[in-house]
T-cell receptor, first 113, second 113 residues
Framework: EAGVTQFPSHSVIEKGQTVTLRCDPISGHDNLYWYRRVMGKEIKFLLHFVKESKQDESGMPNNRFLAERTGGTYSTLKVQPAELEDSGVYFC???????????FGPGTRLTVL | GQQLNQSPQSMFIQEGEDVSMNCTSSSIFNTWLWYKQDPGEGPVLLIALYKAGELTSNGRLTAQFGITRKDSFLNISASIPSDVGIYFCAAQGKNSGYSTLTFGKGTMLLVSP
């Protein structure tokens, strides 16, 4: 069974540009989470989807971040326009049930110059 | 917001030594989890603890859920080179919606052969 996959693995962009990260959860997992780790800091929760609905988006930093999960399968996280402080590793995780074990993808390392 | 204080920040030990790391918080949690992250990978769940006072082992790993529900520790016995990585504590509770994870900053473990 394929695990959680994320694309791209790395992205280097300039301040002011737009970047879109993609996450494909484990097949059949209704719950999808986005987290971010800024260098040297803890991994922080961004938002939680149940199917296509946003269950909790309390961790989203500001309105430059937009997450979607059309059709309840894969999810995208768009940062527009990117700022220097957006640099970090963005992890996606999925779980079969809410509160169940979360399986993490390998992350997307975003560098904003 | 809720914080998990994880220590130590890093450890450099000899193969065969035992390792101990811990997490504390001022908040009460219902679940404590320990993850390991290898380079280029996402965090992988090692041990999950669901009950205050619970002591659980997984091979050479032992973890405990503190009786106050505000702390947890992880021990690794007889370390080997493949134990190298970043270890994260994480917790779930009412204030984090019972599903989203609150993470510590991680403990980087280096093992010398």
């Amino acid at each position: 069974e394929a695990g959680v996959t994320q694309f791209p693995s790395h992205s280097v962009i300039e301040k002011g540009q737009t970047v879109t990260l993609r996450c494909d959860p484990i097949s059949g997992h209704d719950n999808l989470y986005w987290y971010r780790r800024v260098m040297g800091k803890e991994i922080k929760f961004l938002l939680h989807f149940v199917k296509e609905s946003k269950q909790d988006e309390s961790g989203m930093p500001n309105n430059r971040f937009l997450a979607e999960r059309t059709g309840g399968t894969y999810s995208t996280l768009k940062v527009q326009p990117a700022e220097l402080e957006d640099s970090g590793v963005y992890f996606c995780a999925s779980s079969a049930v809410t509160g169940g074990e979360q399986f993490f993808g390998p992350g997307t390392r975003l560098t904003v110059l | 917001g809720q914080q998990l204080n994880q220590s130590p920040q890093s450890m450099f030990i000899q193969e065969g030594e035992d390792v101990s790391m811990n997490c504390t918080s001022s908040s009460i949690f219902n679940t404590w989890l320990w993850y390991k992250q290898d380079p280029g990978e996402g965090p992988v769940l090692l041990i999950a603890l669901y009950k205050a006072g619970e002591l659980t082992s997984n091979g050479r790993l032992t973890a405990q859920f503190g009786i106050t529900r505000k702390d947890s520790f992880l021990n690794i016995s007889a370390s080997i080179p493949s134990d190298v990585g970043i270890y994260f504590c994480a917790a779930q509770g009412k204030n984090s919606g019972y599903s989203t994870l609150t993470f510590g900053k991680g403990t980087m473990l280096l093992v010398s052969p």
